[in-house]
T-cell receptor
Framework: DTGVSQDPRHKITKRGQNVTFRCDPI?????LYWYRQTLGQGPEFLTYFQNEAQLEKSRLLSDRFSAERPKGSFSTLEIQRTEQGDSAMYLC????????????FGSGTRLTVV | SQQGEEDPQALSIQEGENATMNCSYKTSINNLQWYRQNSGRGLVHLILIRSNEREKHSGRLRVTLDTSKKSSSLLITASRAADTASYFC?????????????FGKGTKLSVIP
């Protein structure tokens, strides 16, 4: 297992287009998290899955955002009708149970909306 | 929202010196974690300290936790140029929503060779 993988590493899109990111967590981790990080800030929580169930969504996750984790394995985060304010680093993390031994983060997907 | 506040926001030291970063948080926690982030990359978990612990060591890292003051510190001893990165503290709440990490804004550490 090589850790948490995210694809793509970079994405440039035009405003109004839809984008989808993928995250492959560590295989034995049952919890998966999405965070967003803007320049000079710490990561902010977006949503969380336990296995295939999406158990919590942040207020930051507007109706244009949707996340899935089919079969409790990989996860996708889709942003519809992108806006310039969506430009950020999108980070995925996974953990075993409540993450009380730490979370493992992927390298992130950097989204630029032009 | 961001729970923690790191201090200082930026720190520049010479190689070989020690670096100390502080973190304050607002709510009761189950544990507090420190992460490192190299420029434009993902976060790397460094160390976790539980609410019933006061000090923890890992290699050149020393973390303290004072739950009465809701604060923590990270000490990196004998710093190296490779330690140059941003360092974030993150908390796991002891209450509802204890599944998520809540991060501070980070301390940007520069170690000059």
């Amino acid at each position: 297992d090589t850790g948490v993988s995210q694809d793509p590493r970079h994405k440039i899109t035009k405003r109004g287009q839809n984008v989808t990111f993928r995250c492959d967590p560590i295989s034995e981790h049952n919890r998966l998290y999405w965070y967003r990080q803007t320049l000079g800030q710490g990561p902010e929580f977006l949503t969380y899955f336990q296995n295939e169930a999406q158990l919590e969504k942040s207020r930051l996750l507007s109706d244009r955002f949707s996340a899935e984790r089919p079969k409790g394995s990989f996860s996708t985060l889709e942003i519809q009708r992108t806006e310039q304010g969506d430009s950020a680093m999108y980070l995925c993390a996974s953990s075993l149970d409540r993450g009380h031994d730490g979370y493992t983060f992927g390298s992130g997907t950097r989204l630029t909306v032009v | 929202s961001q729970q923690g506040e790191e201090d200082p926001q930026a720190l520049s030291i010479q190689e070989g010196e020690n670096a100390t970063m502080n973190c304050s948080y607002k709510t009761s926690i189950n544990n507090l974690q420190w992460y490192r982030q190299n420029s434009g990359r993902g976060l790397v978990h460094l160390i976790l300290i539980r609410s019933n612990e006061r000090e923890k060591h890992s290699g050149r890292l020393r973390v303290t936790l004072d739950t009465s003051k809701k604060s923590s510190s990270l000490l990196i001893t004998a710093s190296r140029a490779a330690d140059t990165a941003s360092y974030f503290c993150a908390t796991v709440s002891s209450g509802a929503g204890s599944y998520q990490l809540t991060f501070g804004k980070g301390t940007k550490l520069s170690v000059i060779p």
